[in-house]
DNA sequence: TGTACATCAGTGAACGCGCGTTCACTGATGTAC
DNA sequence: TGTACATCAGTGAACGCGCGTTCACTGATGTAC
């Protein structure tokens, strides 16, 4: 990885934008390498198949979100060692944090890939039904000690309610780029973030 | 419009399956006209250019979406006349809907072209962005008759309430397919449920 | 310190295939008088 | 009822361009002895 150039992430960086915004198909090699001055066999020498640069790109995208969600949420807790008080906190630094950035949020390429897959070997889309089992389980983990403390107010599926954090900020996100506007995604995660306030209202049991 | 033959509609169906599982840029006329028994040259008759595909598909499809959402609270309002309740026999069918399609949902037009948006003329993302808008309309009007009933346990702004309804259908369907899973969406619009039922759980302040 | 070789990060030219689109044409059905 | 013309729903061949991929090669840096 030499300092200066680090090419393999500057072409990963080109192509993740093209393809939120055209899809993968429409991303050609082409204006890839040329966005990145590099040149077409350049691309190849980093990427054996365009199929390789797709999954590069998963890889790099969901290890990235991940550290987001592990730093988020670790910071959220520091901030306050309820669970229920961490997470909606947690909540509220992920809207704030959509609602931030300058261009709106490009969106997720899980979403994107998801609506192309026939394009991608087996082996990408494991890849990407793996992370969102990931966050399910993140979440219905962090759900399950807030409802060892808080009684639920209605019956509730703790697994559809660990993918309700994926679910709202991929549907926010989709809404979002087809309206252009740029705060749509957090209005909905503040949605959930309400939801959960409802859900899980009942005092703890045993005040200590 | 002939009987037996409906070329356009097959031409739209065969369109609307192929985007939805590889994307609008890999969907191939050659493979269009392959699958509808036409020529190449039979698609330009039927359509001027792929630009004009993608348009009729969209238009087709927000129509049959605003006719489903059209019938579905209807058969709701008539099942029950509280429109509270309405609300949540609407979801509840519509979740039933989703679980008992054979194949699982096939995935929203809408969210796929989203992600491509490039692709496509200015007309064809204004189509997008005004369906979306309509459905905020839509459920915003039936949510504000439900709050001048049943007043809201927490404050809420009841346009990204009446986004939630296409964000948690959108982000279900994106969960779904990436998932490989059959019910995350109608799973996804049952929290929604709940969280309707929890929001708006106080009772009309006049009982007459 | 010098030399030999290996690896890294590319270049430049060429390949053939598939794509969207155009064009002149056609046979069946509908309409005017 | 017959004829002339128009429209509908296509066909078949050809077009040129852009795509992903391959191949032989290269100059700079790293490593062994």
């Given at each position: 990885m030499t300092l200066k150039a680090d090419t393999k992430g500057r072409i990963l960086d080109i192509a993740e934008a093209a393809v939120l915004e055209k899809g993968f198909e429409a991303t050609s090699i082409d204006e890839i390498v040329a966005a990145a001055q590099i040149s077409r066999s350049g691309f190849f020498y980093h990427f054996k198949d365009k199929n390789a640069l797709a999954r590069a790109m998963l890889e790099r995208y969901i290890e990235t979100e991940d550290k987001l969600y592990d730093d988020l949420f670790a910071r959220a807790r520091e901030l306050n060692d309820d669970p229920l008080h961490a997470m909606l906190i947690g909540l509220k630094m992920l809207a704030e944090m959509l609602e931030d950035m300058p261009e709106g949020h490009p969106g997720c390429v899980i979403a994107a890939t998801a609506y192309q897959d026939r394009l991608f070997d087996k082996g990408v889309r494991e890849l990407n039904r793996q992370a969102i089992l990931g966050w399910r389980r993140r979440f219905r983990t962090m759900f399950e000690e807030i409802a060892a403390v808080y009684e639920p107010r209605e019956p509730v599926d703790l697994d559809a309610l660990g993918d309700m954090v994926s679910s709202v900020v991929e549907g926010g996100l989709v809404l979002q780029?087809?309206?252009?506007?740029s705060n749509t995604a957090a209005a909905q995660i503040m949605q959930l973030r309400t939801?959960?306030?409802?859900?899980?209202?009942?005092?703890?049991?045993?005040a200590p």
């Open positions: 780029r087809a309206l252009r506007e939801y959960l306030k409802l859900l899980f209202a009942n005092p703890p049991p045993k």
